[in-house]
């Protein structure tokens, strides 16, 4: 159960962006991965990057759409903790084993 909870948590995380970053992206470019995800120098100013949007991350409306699906779902009472506290506050990552479980098995699958 506590390897099922870590893996839903990477997952929300990569879909709500977090995961990705520059190292990311370098360490595509060193294994020669994914070509145009790679860092790219921004023309008006060589010393910033440029990072191309991932297909695997949302944007806000998405991800304002997938948090408002959570945090309107009804479920019986004490079936889980309450989804609305933990992702309208962004304390999303604050959920104990078992909430991970149901929302891996039941709710990823339906929003």
């Given at each position: 159960?506590?390897v099922?909870?870590n893996?839903?948590?990477?997952?929300?995380?990569?879909?709500?962006?977090?995961k990705d970053?520059?190292?990311?992206r370098?360490?595509?470019?060193?294994q020669n991965?994914?070509?145009?995800l790679?860092?790219?120098?921004?023309?008006?100013?060589s010393?910033?990057?440029?990072?191309p949007?991932?297909?695997?991350?949302?944007?806000e409306?998405?991800?304002?759409?997938?948090?408002?699906?959570?945090?309107?779902?009804?479920?019986?009472?004490d079936y889980?903790?309450?989804?609305?506290?933990h992702?309208?506050?962004?304390?999303?990552f604050?959920?104990k084993?078992?909430?991970?479980h149901?929302?891996m098995?039941?709710l990823?699958p339906?929003?």
């Amino acid at each position: 159960m506590h390897v099922e909870k870590n893996v839903c948590e990477n997952i929300i995380q990569t879909i709500c962006g977090e995961k990705d970053n520059k190292e990311v992206r370098w360490d595509m470019e060193l294994q020669n991965i994914h070509p145009h995800l790679w860092l790219t120098q921004n023309p008006q100013n060589s010393t910033q990057w440029m990072m191309p949007h991932g297909n695997y991350v949302s944007n806000e409306r998405e991800l304002s759409t997938f948090q408002n699906q959570f945090a309107s779902l009804k479920v019986p009472f004490d079936y889980f903790a309450s989804l609305a506290k933990h992702f309208s506050s962004g304390r999303r990552f604050n959920m104990k084993a078992h909430d991970w479980h149901v929302v891996m098995q039941q709710l990823l699958p339906l929003c």
